[in-house]
C-alpha cells in the first residue's frame, strides 16, 4: 500500500469529487486506457488528494502519478506553482510524469509507453 498524507481540506475533497465527473477530453481518452487494471494489471486512481493537492491519475501500489495538463499550465505561475507541487509529491516518494494535452491527443501510444516504462 502507499503512505497518503491523511489530513484534507474540505473544500479540494468537493473540488476532487466535482473533476471526478467533469474530465477533460484529454484525461477522459487516457483514463478510458487506465481504468479497471486495464493497463498491465496495474490499478489506477483518478482525481486523488494527496495533502493539499490533487493529482489525476495515481497507482498506489508503484507511487507513480500521471498528469495531463492544458496550455494553462505554460503560464509563469503555473509552472512555479507544478513545480512546487511535484517537488512536495517527490518529497513523499512519488514520481509525477506531466504530459500536455496534445500529446494524449497527438500521440497516446507514446504516452502509454512511457508510463509502461515507469512501472517497471
Known amino acids: 500500500m502507499y503512505n497518503q498524507i491523511m489530513y484534507y481540506n474540505s473544500k479540494n475533497l468537493k473540488f476532487a469529487k466535482k473533476m471526478r465527473s467533469n474530465m477533460t477530453e484529454e484525461e ?3 483514463w478510458s486506457i487506465l481504468r ?3 493497463f498491465y494489471g496495474y490499478k489506477f486512481k483518478r482525481q486523488v488528494l494527496i495533502g493539499d493537492y490533487i493529482v489525476d491519475f495515481l497507482c498506489p501500489e ?3 502519478i500521471v498528469e495531463v495538463d492544458g496550455g494553462q499550465h505554460n ?3 503555473e509552472i512555479e506553482y507544478d513545480n512546487q507541487r511535484t ?3 517527490s518529497n513523499l516518494g512519488y514520481k509525477v510524469l506531466r504530459f500536455w494535452n496534445n500529446d494524449v491527443n497527438q500521440n497516446i501510444d507514446g504516452v502509454c509507453e512511457v508510463i ?3 512501472l517497471d
Open 28 to 30: 477522459a481518452k487516457l
Open 36 to 38: 479497471a487494471k486495464r
Open 62 to 64: 508503484k507511487k507513480l
Open 75 to 77: 503560464e509563469p505561475n
Open 87 to 89: 517537488v512536495y509529491l
Open 116 to 118: 509502461k516504462k515507469s
